[in-house]
């Protein structure tokens, strides 16, 4: 069965070992990261806003204690005015508003923290949930009718993504945690100390203060998680660049990875950002939440269900964005690859 980043399926061909795909695969995700990074480090600070010392929060205890005491001379407007005296504006607004309120307050490299533990997430987490999808993909195929029909049908297509999408979590999770909170970490205006100095400092801090769960936290709805963006993301552009080769709409090159590329983003953005939000907020945590379900149901509960969805248009430029650097250099990497496996070179014995 091809793969999806050959539209032929040429029977000469040696296909590289599963080494060399994985490899592929985090190369062309760590460079999708380098040109996407600011946006998610914009998405991240959205996600997060609120919840500590939240406004939310203080909106909910004022509007109860203006409710429950009868304030002579307020009337109804008594909750509306110490709601507009005791609630701050939020600090970001928008993901241009974010980058630049980022850029101005922290300097441009702060758009960059987290920048090591993401792209050694990617270099794993991609390698494993993009590398490895062809190879499930074929076998849950075979194991169904013995190899005997060449196109995978969607439920294989979504069984194989979301087993690479879970498995990838479990490898790539502590690289996870500590992306997260890196691009979290804001830079103290008055030279304060920072929460983590530096990639590696953040691992043995989370280690040592937390345990080493501390660096599995989140595991469950990062699972949830990322086998929807799996689903989502992996098997839509799987079927989207499919259909456009067998409706002939365009010839298997930059244009049609693009194409794909782009509704395979907007689909993973509308369904992964409530989990997405969560697992932000619940790996960002520092003990406030007894687990992600409660996580999901305090942000229901304190800010309504518009928080499940805070930062969809950063994460929506962001998703699109890595999804067309991601797959137009995964497709040319993929092909480079090919050509240089069935050459007589020292990769053809890797």
Not at 137 to 163: F, P
Not at 186 to 197: A, D, E, M, Q
Not at 270 to 276: K, Y
């Amino acid at each position: 069965m091809a793969p999806i980043t050959a539209s032929t399926p040429v029977a000469s061909f040696r296909e590289p070992s599963l080494p060399v795909k994985l490899l592929t695969a985090g190369s062309a995700a760590c460079v999708a990261d380098l040109f996407t990074f600011p946006l998610d480090t914009a998405k991240v600070r959205l996600q997060i806003q609120g919840e500590s010392a939240g406004a939310a929060q203080l909106r909910y205890y004022i509007s109860e204690a203006a409710a429950a005491v009868n304030i002579q001379g307020t009337g109804r407007g008594g909750p509306a005015i110490l709601l507009e005296q005791g609630v701050a504006a939020p600090k970001y607004n928008g993901m241009v508003g974010t980058v630049m309120t980022i850029s101005r307050q922290e300097g441009p490299k702060a758009l960059y923290n987290g920048l090591c533990a993401g792209l050694q997430r990617q270099m794993c987490f991609a390698g494993i949930r993009i590398g490895l999808y062809d190879s499930i993909k074929s076998l849950y195929q075979k194991q169904l009718d013995g190899g005997h029909n060449n196109t995978a049908g969607i439920a294989v297509r979504i069984s194989a993504g979301i087993t690479t999408g879970g498995l990838a979590v479990l490898f790539a999770q502590p690289t996870d945690v500590v992306k997260v909170r890196m691009q979290a970490q804001v830079k103290s205006v008055t030279g304060g100390r920072p929460r983590y100095s530096g990639t590696m400092n953040a691992y043995s801090t989370i280690a040592r203060k937390e345990g080493m769960a501390g660096l599995w936290k989140g595991t469950l709805p990062n699972v949830s998680r990322n086998a929807i963006v799996n689903v989502a993301e992996i098997v839509c552009y799987d079927v989207f660049k499919e259909y456009i080769l067998t409706s002939q709409l365009m010839k298997d090159g930059v244009p049609c990875h693009f194409t794909a590329a782009v509704m395979a983003g907007f689909c993973t953005t509308v369904v992964a950002s409530p989990v997405d939000v969560v697992k932000t907020r619940f790996m960002n945590s520092s003990g406030q939440y007894r687990g992600a379900i409660d996580c999901a149901v305090q942000m229901l509960v304190k800010e309504g269900p518009t928080a499940f969805y805070k930062g969809f248009i950063p994460s929506f430029s962001r998703l699109v964005s890595w999804n067309i650097c991601m797959w137009i250099t995964y497709e040319q990497f993929k092909r480079l690859v090919l050509v240089a496996y069935n050459q007589p070179t020292p990769l053809n014995r890797l």
